[in-house]
Every structure is written in structure tokens, then in C-alpha cells.
């Protein structure tokens, strides 16, 4: 293991911080960091307005994002987002987008049904607004969701008999309504969008749920309004399957110029489908397959409100920070088992994807890594402190309490993350979707964690600890995301030249640990979790394994000190078990020390021993995109 180096010290930092956001890209441009958030739902998603969101749409929500003081939709009071983001993506729901807020409204546009149609259509209007003035929008809402969860394993789950999306059809043609519903978003995208200063990129969400699979994608352009506006947003009403979505997206680029990227999430409740070894049909992924995954799945949510999807005890159990905001709700009426599944991770799916390459020269799932909320209120708010919920309605303590049941989440199940982090050159819709392509990111679960990391051969002595570090990493390495093949220099082994700082509002730093995959001469697949820096003189535990730091936190009054941990780490780290062979890929996760779990605030506020549900305290943490080593 290569010797930590500490950097401490007031001028260090900020020389840090310097060259952190201010680097040489992949291409030998100066790129910066930006954070930003690329799942966000505003009044003009059907949950979100059945959960009580009537008044904050997308004005609002960019007005949110950019720091500036909102009325919150349920509770009433002013709130601001404690650090403004860089970039949003507001994504609404495609399927009956700004129809519940159109039938109250009393302005939704449709077709004539005929007298039974109509009838049926009048009751559907009728019980939707009965429903919100008794505040009964969740029970109302729950109709649109699975209702037949409880199911064995199928090679194709939009082919059961128990599932139907039928209910859409009561409300008739949405086509009319949706499309002014995305010609309002549009606008307010363009409007909103100020080049180097704050950033609006044009998306929606595609909902596909069979039998409660979660098979959602957050779908993404960089194009402005005179594009976006020539084609209406595919929705899962149109059809379940992905590959649908993506023959969608090449005929409608190839017809209007447009571009796209689909980005994956919450494969944590796909009930092992969502990087699965097969396709959603059952069928054997073939190179043709992989090669369009590929090409329109650059990168995947990994962290969000509905928990974490980098691993799981069960599938990585040498992992000592591998049960991490575990969710165990799938998107259904009634709750069914939760078992955790190979195909629901993102470091299991990675590996996968190994396999998937050897046998048929292809990867499909060779993807970066980002978070991002999927908050429903139309205010992004990954941080625990200032953490307003998944729905209007559960903003409050009180309200977190109340909602869900013992087979249902609530709103301390729900998790305070997350924030795509992007190394751009500027920030301007073309570079933060170029970087996402590239997948030059990478995700916390909140904190705005500095990370940066190189992968090469022949790095400098002294690389980790020069004021041309970046220079040094584009020279010499990959960036994360990049791809690394094997050099003719025998005398040379892998090395992740890497830098982390801390939030410089936040918390100290625990760690930073680099996650190997590999595929052995054996064809099996293999990980390992290495620490490569750590702060204090703590215990070298059994397996290379380093004790876990102090928690500073008071359960009384639910405030932490950073009186442990370290400000920022730099190491260079060489891979000790590195074979030429083998095809790998690393990705860094960096660990603060342990802070309040918003549950912890919520319930001493109330006044309760404990939270009810959830932990008390949190290890909050970024994870960088991977970089893929090849043998020639």
C-alpha cells in the first residue's frame, strides 16, 4: 500500500481547491467542476401533484436551484437551498405529463370520447379533485401503480398477465395536453438558462413499471427550444421496453437533429432486471444489443432519494460500507420480499459487464456514475440539514412521520441525496452533456466532495503533491470514465493518481478507498475494496482493513464536530495485485466521517428517543465514475 499523504493547513487547501477546479481536460482544454442535479419533478408530474405540489413548477424550481428564496407547496414557509447548483434537469414524468394539474385547472385538452368515453372521463376528472380537496392524492395515485406485485421470476415481466396500464385510459387522448404541458417546460428551460452562470438542460422521465419492475430512465438533450419543440417526450403509456425507448431516440435524432442520453435509475427496486444478463424479453444479450445500451446508457444514477445502488451487503459481503441507505420498497401496492439481486447494483453490473464483453466483444454496462434527488416538490434538496422530502406532503417532521405504513416508506426511509458532479470545460449545455458522454463524473449522496482521478502507468514521483496535479493526470493518465489498454513497458503496473476535499461548508473526510472488478485466468469475476488513505493513526484491521473513525456526533442535539478526519487526502496508489491479463476497472469512493441522518434531526425536533425508522447517523460519500483497464 502506498504511504498516505495528509494535506493539512489553511494555504495547502485552497491551492488544492485551485487546482481542482481548474485542470486540463481529456482533450487538453481547461475543464472545471460543476454540481448539479438531473432528476428534479415539478407540479407537471401526476405524483407529484397527487401528493399536493399545486404551486411549484418549473419557475419556481430554477428559481430554487439558483438560491433564491420559494414558498414551499405544502407547508407554506420560505425556504432556500443552502448552496445553489450549477446545472438542472427538470424531468417530468412523460406519461400523462400535466394532466392531474390541467383537470383542476379545468384546462385539459382532449378529444371527444363518445357518450360512455365521456362519462367515464367526467368520473376519472370528478374523483381526481374530490381526492385533492380531502387530501386523499396519494390513495388516488396508488391506482396507477402495480397492483399484482407478488410474482416468481419471468423472462419478461411486461408480458404477465398482472400487468396493465389500462387506468391511463380513462383520461382518454393526454396527447393535447402533454404537449402544451412540455412547450411550458421548454420555454421555462430556455428562459432559465444563462451560459456560464446557471445551466438548464431539456429532459423528461420515462416510467416504465411492469409488475413493479423499475425500469425508469431519466432521458436528457442538450438542445434548446427550437428542437425540443418539434417531437413530444416517449413515455412508458407508449411502450415498457427500453429498447423501444432507444429505437425512439435514434428515429427522432435522425429526424430532427436531436441528441440524447438515457440515464438509469434506482436499479436498487428493479427486482434483478435492470442489469440483468439477458434482455428484458429473456433473450441472450447479443454485441448489437450492447452496442446500442451503450451507446444511449452512458451513465446511471447511482445514488438518489429511494437509496443507494452501488452494492449491497449480501452480494458484496467483505465490503465493510457496503450496506449504505438501503431501500427496501419497490413502487407497488403492498409490499413484497425484498432480496437484494445481482442486477439491481451498480458494482455487481459492472463486473457483468465484463463477462459480457469476453463472450461477445461488447460492453454494455461500461457506464459512469452520478446522483441526483428525483424530489418531487420541485426544490432540489440533497442536503440533510435542509432536506424537505421526496413529496410536498412529507416536508415536515410531523408529515415524515405520518406517511407510508409498516408495509409502505415513509418519509425517513427516504435519503437526502444526491448531486451529479461533471469536469466541464464550461458551463454551458454542450460541455455538461458532452462530459456526461464521457463520462467524466461522478456522484455523492449530497456533499459537494471534490474528487479527481487519473489512471496511467509512469506517473511522476511526487505527482499526488504537485501544483500542476491535473496537468500531470491528462499527461501521463485517463481521467475517470476513460478506458486504459496495457503498455509495452514491462516494468510498469497500474497506478490511480487521486485528490479529494472535503464540502468546505461540510464535513471532514474518513477515507478514500479504491473498488477493483476483474475477471481472473479462471473467467471468474473478483472485487476488492482497498483503503488507500485514511486520516488518523487508526488500527490496520484483519485483510488490510482499517478501523472505523470516531463518530463526533451528539444524539441529543444532533450536531457533529470536525475535530477528526482530514480536510482533503492526495495519494498515489499503485495496484499491488495487478495483472497485465486481466480485465479490471476501478472506481475511488471517498467517506466523510459520520454526520446527523436528517431522521436524527426530524426526531429530535419531536422529541422522540430515536428515529422511528432509518439510522441516526450517515457516512455521506462520493463515488467517481470507473476507468476500465484492457490487455491488449
Known amino acids: 500500500?502506498?504511504?498516505?499523504?495528509?494535506?493539512?493547513?489553511?494555504?495547502?487547501?485552497?491551492?488544492?481547491?485551485?487546482?481542482?477546479?481548474?485542470?486540463?481536460?481529456?482533450?487538453?482544454?481547461?475543464?472545471?467542476?460543476?454540481?448539479?442535479?438531473?432528476?428534479?419533478?415539478?407540479?407537471?408530474?401526476?405524483?407529484?401533484?397527487?401528493?399536493?405540489?399545486?404551486?411549484?413548477?418549473?419557475?419556481?424550481?430554477?428559481?430554487?436551484?439558483?438560491?433564491?428564496?420559494?414558498?414551499?407547496?405544502?407547508?407554506?414557509?420560505?425556504?432556500?437551498?443552502?448552496?445553489?447548483?450549477?446545472?438542472?434537469?427538470?424531468?417530468?414524468?412523460?406519461?400523462?405529463?400535466?394532466?392531474?394539474?390541467?383537470?383542476?385547472?379545468?384546462?385539459?385538452?382532449?378529444?371527444?370520447?363518445?357518450?360512455?368515453?365521456?362519462?367515464?372521463?367526467?368520473?376519472?376528472?370528478?374523483?381526481?379533485?374530490?381526492?385533492?380537496?380531502?387530501?386523499?392524492?396519494?390513495?388516488?395515485?396508488?391506482?396507477?401503480?402495480?397492483?399484482?406485485?407478488?410474482?416468481?421470476?419471468?423472462?419478461?415481466?411486461?408480458?404477465?398477465?398482472?400487468?396493465?396500464i389500462s387506468d391511463l385510459a380513462i383520461f382518454g387522448d393526454t396527447e393535447m395536453t402533454v404537449k402544451r404541458t412540455w412547450l411550458d417546460l421548454v420555454n421555462s428551460a430556455d428562459e432559465h438558462n444563462d451560459p456560464e452562470k446557471f445551466t438548464t438542460l431539456i429532459g423528461w422521465e420515462w416510467s416504465s413499471l411492469p409488475m413493479g419492475v423499475n425500469l425508469h430512465r431519466v432521458i436528457i438533450s442538450p438542445d434548446g427550444g427550437d428542437i425540443a419543440k418539434s417531437y413530444i417526450p416517449f413515455g412508458s403509456d407508449q411502450s415498457q421496453y427500453p429498447q423501444k425507448l432507444w429505437e425512439w431516440l435514434e428515429d427522432t435524432s435522425n429526424k430532427t437533429g436531436a441528441e440524447f442520453i438515457a440515464i438509469p435509475h434506482n436499479s436498487n427496486i428493479s427486482k434483478g432486471y435492470m442489469f440483468d444478463r439477458t434482455t428484458l424479453e429473456g433473450d441472450q444479450i447479443t454485441a448489437s444489443y450492447a452496442k446500442t445500451r451503450l451507446a444511449w446508457e452512458p451513465i446511471v444514477e447511482v445514488t438518489q432519494i429511494k437509496g443507494d445502488s452501488e452494492t449491497h451487503s449480501k452480494l458484496s459481503p467483505n465490503d465493510d460500507f457496503a450496506d449504505f441507505e438501503n431501500y427496501e420498497y419497490h413502487i407497488q401496492v403492498g409490499k413484497s420480499k425484498y432480496i437484494p439481486q445481482e442486477a439491481d447494483f451498480v458494482r455487481p453490473a459492472l463486473k457483468v459487464g465484463l463477462e459480457i464483453e469476453k463472450s461477445v466483444g461488447v460492453n454494455p454496462y461500461k457506464f459512469g456514475l452520478i446522483g441526483s434527488t428525483d424530489s418531487h416538490s420541485g426544490l432540489s434538496s440533497p442536503e440533510e440539514s435542509n432536506f424537505l422530502g421526496k413529496f410536498a406532503t412529507d416536508s415536515t417532521p410531523e408529515t415524515k412521520k405520518r406517511l407510508g405504513s409498516r408495509l409502505s416508506a415513509n418519509g425517513w426511509d427516504m435519503s437526502a441525496s444526491g448531486l451529479a458532479a461533471v469536469w466541464a470545460e464550461n458551463n454551458t449545455r454542450d460541455e455538461i452533456f458532452n462530459a456526461f458522454k464521457r463520462r467524466e463524473v461522478y456522484?455523492?449522496?449530497?456533499?459537494?466532495?471534490?474528487?479527481?482521478?487519473?489512471?496511467?502507468?509512469?506517473?511522476?514521483?511526487?505527482?499526488?503533491?504537485?501544483?500542476?496535479?491535473?496537468?500531470?493526470?491528462?499527461?501521463?493518465?485517463?481521467?475517470?470514465?476513460?478506458?486504459?489498454?496495457?503498455?509495452?513497458?514491462?516494468?510498469?503496473?497500474?497506478?490511480?493518481?487521486?485528490?479529494?476535499?472535503?464540502?468546505?461548508?461540510?464535513?471532514?473526510?474518513?477515507?478514500?478507498?479504491?473498488?477493483?472488478?476483474?475477471?481472473?485466468?479462471?473467467?471468474?469475476?473478483?472485487?476488492?475494496?482497498?483503503?488507500?488513505?485514511?486520516?488518523?493513526?487508526?488500527?490496520?484491521?484483519?485483510?488490510?482493513?482499517?478501523?472505523?473513525?470516531?463518530?463526533?456526533?451528539?444524539?441529543?442535539?444532533?450536531?457533529?464536530?470536525?475535530?477528526?478526519g482530514e480536510d482533503s487526502f492526495a495519494v498515489l496508489w499503485t495496484d499491488p495485485d495487478f495483472t497485465p491479463a486481466d480485465k479490471s476497472f476501478y472506481y475511488v469512493r471517498v467517506l466523510e466521517i459520520p454526520t446527523p441522518r436528517n431522521g436524527l434531526l426530524d426526531s429530535i425536533a419531536l422529541g422522540l428517543d430515536k428515529p422511528p425508522r432509518g439510522t441516526s447517523i450517515i457516512q455521506e460519500r462520493a463515488y467517481s465514475s470507473p476507468i476500465w483497464y484492457h490487455p491488449k
Open 443 to 564: 456522484a455523492t449522496t449530497g456533499s459537494r466532495i471534490k474528487v479527481q482521478v487519473f489512471a496511467g502507468w509512469l506517473f511522476p514521483e511526487g505527482a499526488e503533491n504537485a501544483n500542476n496535479f491535473s496537468e500531470i493526470g491528462y499527461k501521463y493518465g485517463v481521467p475517470m470514465g476513460g478506458e486504459l489498454t496495457s503498455t509495452s513497458d514491462l516494468q510498469a503496473s497500474l497506478s490511480l493518481l487521486i485528490r479529494a476535499a472535503k464540502d468546505p461548508i461540510g464535513a471532514n473526510l474518513d477515507r478514500i478507498q479504491v473498488v477493483k472488478g476483474w475477471i481472473d485466468k479462471e473467467n471468474q469475476t473478483r472485487e476488492r475494496v482497498f483503503d488507500v488513505a485514511w486520516s488518523e493513526d487508526r488500527v490496520n484491521l484483519e485483510n488490510d482493513r482499517i478501523a472505523p473513525i470516531q463518530s463526533t456526533v451528539d444524539l441529543t442535539s444532533g450536531r457533529y464536530e470536525n475535530s477528526v
Open 1 to 164: 500500500m502506498k504511504k498516505l499523504v495528509k494535506i493539512k493547513g489553511f494555504v495547502v487547501t485552497i491551492l488544492i481547491f485551485q487546482s481542482i477546479s481548474s485542470v486540463k481536460s481529456y482533450g487538453g482544454t481547461d475543464t472545471k467542476l460543476f454540481f448539479g442535479d438531473t432528476h428534479l419533478h415539478t407540479y407537471y408530474s401526476f405524483d407529484a401533484f397527487l401528493n399536493n405540489n399545486h404551486s411549484i413548477g418549473p419557475d419556481a424550481a430554477y428559481r430554487w436551484a439558483k438560491g433564491q428564496p420559494v414558498i414551499h407547496p405544502f407547508n407554506r414557509t420560505r425556504v432556500q437551498i443552502n448552496t445553489p447548483l450549477d446545472f438542472l434537469v427538470i424531468a417530468d414524468h412523460a406519461e400523462m405529463m400535466g394532466v392531474m394539474k390541467s383537470i383542476r385547472d379545468d384546462t385539459f385538452l382532449g378529444e371527444d370520447l363518445g357518450i360512455i368515453g365521456n362519462l367515464k372521463r367526467w368520473y376519472a376528472f370528478r374523483s381526481m379533485n374530490q381526492a385533492v380537496d380531502e387530501g386523499t392524492g396519494l390513495a388516488f395515485f396508488r391506482q396507477f401503480v402495480p397492483q399484482n406485485p407478488n410474482f416468481e421470476g419471468h423472462p419478461d415481466p411486461v408480458k404477465l398477465p398482472g400487468n396493465n
